[in-house]
């Protein structure tokens, strides 16, 4: 008899979840929002509203990727538009070298032009230039003396060539310095 008693009071969850069982309909009675809620069109609608939420937050972060973008690119070309430009230099040209190198089992020649960039607005310095030119061509001859093939062949060791030019003319000048050394022509052979 106590085994009959279980059986009877057995649910039944497939009839709770239906909402068939006599308990479960009695004890919660369904108002007409809850029913609202419930309905397929309105799920439909909330899922559609949360979809379109999303499409409208993805579009704003796009465009707000997009704009920074373009703004920073547009601030680097701005920048490269309004660098200055150094102004253009004056040139003194000094004059023509012939040397032969210092290789000593086969000596080689070589043939410079050579001229010197200064500021535009530095004229003490062309005058001071002029009346040291003779002791400048010098003091070229004596670097240049120096000087075997192979140190001067390469690009970069004719940069350092006008560099050691540039260091040395400034060290004797009192009036300013000169900006650059230009290469007017090169030729050794």
Not at 51 to 77: D, F, G, P, Q
Not at 151 to 163: A, F, N, S, T, V
Request: aromatic share 6%; proline share 3%.
């Amino acid at each position: 008899m106590a085994k009959i008693q279980q059986d009877e009071e057995k649910v039944n969850v497939d009839e709770i979840a239906e909402g068939k069982d006599a308990d479960v309909q009695t004890a919660a009675p369904q108002s007409p929002l809850a029913t609202l809620l419930k309905s397929r069109v309105v799920k439909i609608l909330g899922y559609s509203f949360v979809a379109i939420l999303l499409i409208v937050v993805s579009v704003i972060i796009s465009w707000l990727v997009v704009k920074n973008y373009t703004s920073s690119r547009l601030n680097i070309e701005d920048q490269r538009w309004e660098e200055k430009k150094p102004d253009p230099l004056s040139i003194l040209t000094i004059g023509d070298f012939k040397l032969s190198t210092a290789d000593v089992e086969e000596p080689h020649f070589a043939r410079i032009s050579i001229s010197f960039g200064y500021g535009q607005k530095d004229m003490k310095l062309v005058t001071e230039l002029n009346a040291r030119k003779v002791q400048i061509i010098d003091l070229i001859y004596s670097i240049c003396a120096k000087l075997k093939k192979e140190d001067i062949d390469e690009p970069e060791e004719r940069e350092e060539l006008k560099e050691r030019i540039k260091d040395e003319v400034n060290r004797i000048l009192q009036m300013g310095e000169i900006k650059a050394v230009y290469f007017t022509e090169f030729s050794i052979t």
